[in-house]
């Protein structure tokens, strides 16, 4: 972590690159880090909230399901572009030293903009639907600060691992599937049976949405024993990551 703060300058730079590539010659510009959860949000608007009437915890289903969907893509967004960065990188990754996870934590940090721009648009869609700004927003930072410990983690080892198996590109969107499906978005988390959610919210993201959803549309704070579970899991899965990462790091250019 101190070689990487003493190569600050280049992370900040590097992530500039992501956004201007993500959306040079871009029809939509940045509008496209909004269009994937709207667009997701008016689909299962229309399946699950009209059709099959799935309950939302006594909220609209359209911002009951982008109230979800903000997180989700940011996470989604980072693990698709962090995971291939390294090998897509091959050409500095062999020939200039620098600090190699650069390259995924800046994919993430440009997706966090898209994350805050899509945020933008919720609180936007809170106001419409007369949702209440209360006092539980200031436990915000501290959520959004576990999904990006989760998410780092979760890009450090897959990004290192993509090295060494490169069809963990075919692995990755089967994953984050059966991940959405396991992850509250769709439905609410009363509607897991009793006996199944102890095990069901070790899924860190599972935590994170029903906090997210709490402190924005239902005016509380978190419940703090599934939020801290949620925590503990993602800062498992960071320290993981890191370590593989770091002890793996030294390979790279030789396999690349």
């Given amino acids: 972590m101190t070689e990487l703060y003493r190569y600050r300058h280049l992370l900040i730079g590097w992530t500039l690159r992501e956004i201007k590539v993500r959306y040079k010659q871009s029809l939509l510009g940045a509008a496209w880090a909004v269009l994937q959860p709207l667009s997701m949000m008016f689909v299962f608007s229309l399946v699950f909230g009209y059709l099959l009437q799935v309950p939302a915890d006594g909220v609209p289903y359209p911002i009951f399901s982008y109230a979800a969907l903000v997180p989700w893509t940011f996470l989604a967004a980072s693990i698709t572009f962090a995971v291939p960065s390294l090998v897509n990188n091959m050409n500095l990754v062999t020939k200039v030293y620098l600090p190699r996870q650069i390259f995924p934590i800046a994919s993430v940090a440009a997706s966090f903009v898209d994350f805050l721009i899509a945020s933008v648009v919720f609180a936007g869609m809170m106001l419409a639907f007369g949702v209440a700004f209360t006092p539980a927003l200031l436990a915000l930072p501290l959520i959004v600060g576990i999904e990006i410990v989760l998410i780092l983690g979760v890009v450090l080892l897959a990004s290192a691992v993509n090295v060494f198996y490169r069809d963990i590109r075919f ?43 709490a402190v924005t549309l239902h005016g509380r704070w978190p419940e703090w024993s599934t939020l801290g579970t949620a925590g503990l899991v993602s800062v498992a899965i960071f320290v993981a990551g890191y370590t593989y990462f770091r002890r793996t790091e030294w390979q790279f250019a030789d396999i690349i």
Avoid: K
């Fill in 171 to 213: 692995v990755v969107p089967l994953g984050m599937q059966l991940w959405m499906y396991l992850t509250p978005i769709i439905y609410p988390v009363s509607q897991v049976p009793p006996a199944a959610e102890p095990y069901f919210m070790l899924n860190p993201m599972a935590g994170l949405v029903e906090a997210y959803r």
